[in-house]
């Protein structure tokens, strides 16, 4: 089944590319790999605010991050113009806005591991670090950049 026959199963439609809020570009293509810059949650078309442990629960993070890895995928298929030409996803980096004592940024970042798994498959398994941090531009709970190979 193709990547969009899974999309088209899970009922998600990839969304438009909103710009870019700050000095940089979306993605870059170095060689066979799409380096693909963070993004932040979202929910009704706004940053996704709060932490994780104090206003959010890590079910709350999960499905923020799963939004993410929709808004990733919508940039991927900007890059390289078709989600079937990606090899392999390689990388996740999750940055989650933590308070002190949060500890469950791994399965916050579950959220878009399981979904990218699902839609790409074996090509979906990845390397991934999830970290804590004080604080995400907007106040967003949630970050996620990605690293593909063509």
Not at 67 to 73: E, G, K, Q, T, Y
Not at 105 to 127: D, P
Request: with cysteine.
């Amino acid at each position: 089944m193709s990547v969009y026959e899974k999309l088209k199963v899970l009922n998600i439609t990839l969304p438009k590319l909103d710009p870019p809020v700050a000095a940089f570009v979306p993605f870059v293509r170095a060689g066979n790999l799409i380096f693909i810059s963070g993004h932040i949650a979202k929910k009704d078309g706004k940053p996704w605010t709060g932490k994780l442990g104090a206003d959010l629960t890590t079910a709350q993070g999960k499905q923020a991050a799963q939004a993410i890895a929709v808004d990733l995928m919508a940039t991927l298929q900007a890059a390289v113009g078709d989600l079937n030409k990606i090899h392999r996803i390689v990388k996740l980096l999750v940055l989650v806005n933590s308070a002190p004592t949060f500890t469950e940024q791994h399965l916050v970042a579950n959220g878009a591991s399981e979904l990218l798994m699902e839609i790409f498959g074996e090509r979906g398994a990845h390397a991934r670090s999830a970290f804590g941090v004080a604080q995400i531009p907007l106040g967003s709970c949630v970050e996620i950049e990605l690293i593909a190979e063509l």
